[in-house]
């Protein structure tokens, strides 16, 4: 057990120690963007990042080097694009350490536990669903300091993307291409709640004729925030190379993820909130009584390995230009609770003892009987004394006399389970596009067209382990007492597409069409009946838009529509009364519409945006279960719920005001309403109708230091509009130096310091049905970066 660093810890002292702490380290930094004085004169295969976005018919935003250095180079790859005008990232650890309580919302569309309806690439390839159960976001991909940048296209998105989730724009993450020159790279950061990580990057340079490489590992860790009890822990290994033979151009990249993730918890409405704004409800100590221990916070785990990897190949075939890469990837781990009670799925008769309790025996599917709490010495299922009143009120309110050791005879002993959750997938695909420049009379015209192939497998399945001393500690039996299912997930996904686009000389047009054809599977292991299969194919979707340069100088206006699809997700087959005869494919229809003006000193857009969704697809429950439903034992099933429609503008100005200092405003306007008839006109729940950020910039020389500043309005927490959070504003503060030629083997030496939430914000981050996470507490952190 870790000890407790207080919230409120002085961000000097923090300062202070950290800098004494750095001159016994060994090793110090990267400069991504900007090489050491000699080899800043040199080329560099780093593409200019535009915050306001490439000359394309439809809304899209990339991050930039400033939005890089507002956070630590611990905080996750997805933290880095909250600024981008329409964006909403939630992160409830401060270092993006927690998968469960992550969110993101674009234009009314939310990626969270519920809902995967943005889409999100790494390097232009699927990241292979972003769903918390078996999926994998980019920041499980690349390590925040190998990151190149990230675009955002808010909407209608550009139609060779690879995602079946992109219903509200897709996300592309880039990594960073290989430095001509020989250098070995070493970062190490302090942070508070004993944030610690240490990076080592290698670029090779030229190892043989047109080929070069880097090769990167890290190590990081951080405590919990509330009460340093558990250490989060993320190893990660990572590879690039660039190649050219003969006329081909190739590309190789791997990526090993290593992860343990302790869960923050969800508060259940403002009234909780309201209680303590700065706990989540999941205690320190084991108390010996199961129902309160399933908040023990050491029992809120997930635990995650990746391993992902891509050849790519670019070369020309006459005319046309030809991309095409392969890709694998596999992901398995296991998430883990603690129920307060063992699952009685065997009937012993009548005064046997539970069978559950025999460390030998494992019952293989079937249902739940009932539920054990306590037992007596020979192992037989007791029940509370008639009439007796509990005193347990926490959590969740309390579970009556069965789960209250008071309200058994002497020499009742507590019973409860570990219970695993285990995820394996394992997934290939292909992708290839082509472009072929010509001309159509004297006008210019291209026409571009691919695939993408993907085939993966997902394995789930889920056991129950009898907790050996439920009243001394959360250790478990190795050996299962119940496997509650295993299933398979087949999932076959074949998207294609073509469009041209024709160079009027006062516009350029364009207009495409794709399709997908995805058949997904659930082949149950114990119940062959349970079997389900469903073809979630998409119609032609239609993709038009156009771009037209103004009388202006630099000022084009743009416009562009695309019909959108997700496909069902194998999630909604684990519910074997899901009828599927009820659910069909998510749309959703995006018109963007806007102006774009680029000159040295200003960079400036504004898009007006209107979308219709259609066939949202919901969980709908028969019956309610108080506190956390560990059998996933609700009746009910999936089905298209109506939908939503979302309006908005989007802004965005990046203006140097003089050579050394720049200034970023980007602003918000979105309506996002429900279609469904039960709540038709509500405001999309965590949806916020205002966002604006404000972000100051200085750089001179060595020097660089920047402020940054975000407001986000009022959300709701529920589909009625009966629960209505605060509005809220964060700043993130950044100081840094480089000091070059520093002798010997060192070509630089920077430090850098970062302090995200600078005034310690209370907020509700994360939001979920009548529940949200704490928002991330003020954190501060200290890198120091050599580069020899």
């Given at each position: 057990?870790?000890?407790?660093?207080?919230?409120?810890?002085?961000?000097?002292?923090?300062?202070?120690?950290?800098?004494?702490?750095?001159?016994?380290?060994?090793?110090?930094?990267?400069?991504?963007?900007?090489?050491?004085?000699?080899?800043?004169?040199?080329?560099?295969?780093?593409?200019?990042?535009?915050?306001?976005?490439?000359?394309?018919?439809?809304a899209?935003?990339?991050?930039?080097?400033?939005?890089k250095?507002?956070?630590?180079?611990?905080?996750?790859?997805?933290?880095?694009?909250?600024?981008?005008?329409?964006?909403?990232?939630?992160?409830?650890?401060?270092?993006?350490?927690?998968?469960w309580?992550?969110?993101?919302?674009?234009?009314?569309?939310?990626?969270?536990?519920?809902?995967?309806?943005?889409?999100?690439?790494?390097?232009?390839?699927?990241?292979?669903?972003?769903?918390?159960?078996?999926?994998?976001?980019?920041?499980?991909?690349?390590?925040t300091?190998?990151?190149?940048?990230?675009e955002?296209?808010?909407?209608?998105?550009?139609?060779?993307?690879?995602?079946?989730?992109?219903?509200?724009?897709?996300?592309?993450?880039?990594?960073?291409?290989?430095?001509?020159?020989?250098?070995?790279?070493?970062?190490?950061?302090?942070?508070?709640?004993?944030?610690?990580?240490?990076?080592?990057?290698?670029?090779?340079?030229?190892?043989?004729?047109?080929?070069y490489?880097?090769?990167?590992?890290?190590?990081?860790?951080?405590?919990?925030?509330?009460?340093?009890?558990?250490?989060?822990?993320?190893?990660?290994?990572e590879?690039?190379?660039?190649?050219?033979?003969?006329?081909?151009?190739?590309?190789?990249?791997?990526s090993?993820?290593?992860?343990?993730?302790?869960t923050?918890?969800?508060?259940?409405?403002?009234?909780?909130?309201?209680?303590?704004a700065?706990?989540?409800?999941?205690?320190?100590?084991?108390?010996?009584?199961?129902?309160?221990?399933?908040?023990?916070?050491?029992?809120?785990?997930?635990?995650?390995?990746?391993?992902f990897?891509?050849?790519?190949?670019?070369?020309?075939?006459?005319?046309?230009?030809?991309?095409?890469?392969?890709?694998?990837?596999?992901?398995?781990?296991?998430?883990?609770?603690?129920?307060?009670?063992?699952?009685?799925?065997?009937?012993?008769?009548?005064?046997?003892?539970?069978?559950?309790?025999?460390?030998?025996?494992?019952?293989?599917?079937?249902?739940?009987?009932?539920?054990?709490?306590f037992?007596?010495?020979?192992?037989?299922?007791?029940?509370?004394?008639?009439?007796?009143?509990?005193?347990?009120?926490?959590?969740?309110?309390?579970?009556?006399?069965?789960?209250?050791?008071?309200?058994?005879?002497?020499?009742?002993?507590?019973?409860?389970?570990?219970?695993?959750?285990?995820?394996?997938?394992?997934?290939?695909?292909?992708?290839?596009?082509?472009?072929?420049?010509?001309?159509?009379?004297?006008?210019?015209?291209?026409?571009?067209?691919?695939?993408?192939?993907?085939?993966?497998q997902?394995?789930?399945?889920?056991?129950?382990h009898?907790?050996?001393?439920?009243?001394?500690?959360?250790?478990?039996?190795?050996?299962?007492?119940?496997?509650?299912?295993?299933?398979?997930?087949?999932?076959e996904?074949?998207?294609?597409?073509?469009?041209?686009?024709?160079?009027?000389?006062?516009?350029?047009f364009?207009?495409?069409?794709?399709?997908?054809?995805?058949?997904?599977?659930?082949?149950?292991?114990?119940?062959?009946?349970?079997?389900?299969?469903?073809?979630?194919?998409?119609?032609?979707?239609?993709?038009?838009?156009?771009?037209?340069?103004?009388?202006?100088?630099?000022?084009?206006?743009?416009?562009?529509?695309?019909?959108?699809?997700?496909?069902i997700?194998?999630?909604?087959?684990?519910?074997?009364?899901?009828?599927?005869?009820?659910?069909e494919?998510?749309?959703?229809?995006?018109?963007?519409?806007?102006?774009?003006?680029?000159?040295?000193?200003?960079?400036?857009?504004?898009?007006?945006?209107?979308?219709?969704?259609d066939?949202?697809?919901?969980?709908?429950?028969?019956e309610?279960?108080?506190?956390i439903?560990f059998?996933?034992?609700?009746?009910?099933?999936?089905?298209?719920?109506?939908?939503?429609?979302?309006?908005?503008?989007?802004?965005?100005?990046?203006?140097?005001?003089?050579?050394?200092?720049?200034?970023?405003?980007?602003?918000?306007?979105?309506?996002?309403?429900?279609?469904?008839?039960?709540?038709?006109?509500?405001?999309?729940?965590?949806?916020?109708?205002?966002?604006?950020?404000?972000?100051?910039?200085?750089?001179?020389?060595?020097?660089?230091?920047?402020?940054?500043?975000?407001?986000?309005?009022?959300?709701?927490?529920?589909?009625?509009?009966?629960?209505?959070?605060?509005?809220?504003?964060?700043?993130?503060?950044?100081?840094?130096?480089?000091?070059?030629?520093?002798?010997?083997?060192?070509?630089?030496?920077?430090l850098?310091?970062?302090?995200?939430?600078?005034?310690?914000?209370?907020?509700?981050?994360?939001?979920?049905p009548?529940?949200?996470?704490?928002?991330?507490?003020?954190?501060?952190?200290?890198?120091?970066?050599?580069?020899?």
């Open positions: 057990m870790n000890t407790y660093v207080p919230k409120k810890q002085s961000l000097i002292a923090l300062s202070i120690i950290s800098a004494i702490s750095i001159t016994t380290l060994p090793a110090m930094a990267q400069v991504e963007q900007e090489q050491q004085a000699k080899a800043a004169k040199e080329k560099e295969q780093m593409e200019s990042i535009v915050i306001t976005g490439r000359s394309v018919s439809y899209n935003n990339a991050s930039s080097s400033e939005m250095k507002q956070q630590t180079s611990m905080t996750s790859a997805l933290a880095l694009i909250d600024n981008l005008p329409g964006v909403l990232v939630n992160e409830g650890d401060p270092f993006g350490s927690d998968e309580s992550t969110s993101i919302s674009i234009r009314g569309f939310q990626l969270d536990l519920e809902s995967q309806q943005i889409g999100m690439t790494v390097d232009g390839i699927a990241n292979g669903n972003s769903n918390y159960g078996g999926g994998t976001k980019a920041s499980r991909y690349i390590d300091e190998n990151l190149r940048g990230t955002v296209s808010q909407g209608t998105a550009d139609i060779g993307s690879r995602s079946n989730e992109a219903l509200g724009g897709t996300m592309d993450f880039t990594t960073i291409m290989p430095a001509f020159d020989e250098k070995f790279t070493v970062s190490t950061t302090l942070a508070e709640h004993n944030g610690k990580k240490v990076y080592v990057r290698y670029d090779t340079g030229e190892i043989a004729n047109d080929t490489a880097w090769f990167s590992v890290s190590s990081q860790q951080n405590d919990d925030y509330m009460d340093g009890a558990v250490t989060n822990s993320r190893d990660h290994a590879g690039k190379i660039i190649s050219r033979v003969g006329e081909v151009e190739l590309t190789g990249y791997i090993y993820d290593d992860a343990q993730e302790f923050y918890q969800r508060i259940y409405g403002l009234g909780q909130y309201a209680q303590n700065e706990w989540d409800g999941l205690t320190e100590d084991w108390t010996g009584i199961p129902y309160q221990d399933q908040v023990f916070r050491e029992g809120w785990v997930t635990e995650r390995e990746n391993l990897g891509y050849v790519k190949a670019d070369f020309k075939v006459g005319e046309v230009d030809v991309s095409t890469n392969v890709y694998y990837h596999e992901n398995e781990g296991v998430g883990k609770w603690i129920p307060y009670y063992m699952v009685d799925v065997t009937d012993d008769g009548a005064g046997n003892p539970q069978s559950e309790l025999d460390a030998s025996t494992t019952a293989y599917g079937g249902a739940s009987q009932g539920l054990i709490y037992v007596d010495r020979a192992g037989n299922s007791l029940s509370p004394i008639e009439g007796c009143a509990s005193s347990i009120g926490f959590p969740y309110g309390g579970g009556g006399a069965a789960i209250d050791p008071g309200c058994y005879e002497q020499g009742a002993m507590p019973v409860s389970s570990n219970r695993h959750t285990h995820y394996d997938k394992q997934r290939y695909g292909v992708n290839a596009d082509f472009v072929w420049n010509t001309t159509l009379g004297d006008m210019d015209n291209t026409v571009r067209g691919g695939f993408w192939y993907e085939d993966y997902r394995d789930e399945y889920r056991d129950w009898k907790t050996i001393d439920a009243a001394s500690s959360p250790r478990a039996e190795e050996n299962p007492y119940w496997i509650q299912y295993d299933r398979e997930f087949p999932v996904t074949l998207m294609y597409y073509l469009e041209d686009e024709i160079d009027a000389g006062f516009a350029k364009r207009l495409g069409a794709k399709k997908f054809d995805v058949e997904v599977v659930k082949e149950d292991q114990f119940t062959p009946a349970n079997n389900l299969k469903v073809s979630s194919d998409s119609d032609f979707l239609i993709s038009a838009g156009f771009v037209a340069p103004l009388p202006i100088d630099g000022l084009e206006l743009f416009g562009g529509y695309a019909e959108n699809f997700a496909a997700k194998d999630a909604v087959l684990e519910r074997d009364d899901t009828d599927l005869s009820l659910v494919p998510e749309t959703a229809d995006n018109i963007d519409v806007g102006l774009r003006y680029s000159s040295r000193d200003l960079k400036a857009s504004i898009t007006y945006y209107k979308i219709k969704f066939n949202r697809i919901t969980f709908v429950s028969n309610d279960v108080d506190g439903d059998l996933e034992s609700a009746a009910g099933g999936y089905v298209n719920d109506g939908g939503i429609e979302s309006d908005g503008i989007e802004a965005s100005i990046d203006y140097n005001i003089s050579e050394h200092l720049g200034v970023y405003v980007s602003y918000t306007k979105n309506d996002s309403t429900y279609t469904d008839a039960d709540f038709r006109g509500n405001t999309v729940l965590g949806s916020a109708q205002d966002m604006a950020v404000v972000s100051f910039d200085y750089t001179n020389g060595d020097f660089y230091a920047g402020l940054s500043t975000k407001y986000v309005g009022e959300r709701y927490l529920d589909q009625a509009n009966t629960q209505e959070t605060d509005s809220y504003t964060v700043s993130d503060f950044y100081i840094g130096k480089t000091a070059y030629d520093v002798g010997g083997a060192i070509d630089s030496i920077e850098s310091f970062t302090i995200n939430n600078v005034f310690d914000e209370d907020y509700l981050g994360s939001i979920a009548n529940a949200g996470w704490i928002g991330a507490p003020r954190i501060a952190a200290l890198n120091a970066r050599i580069e020899m």
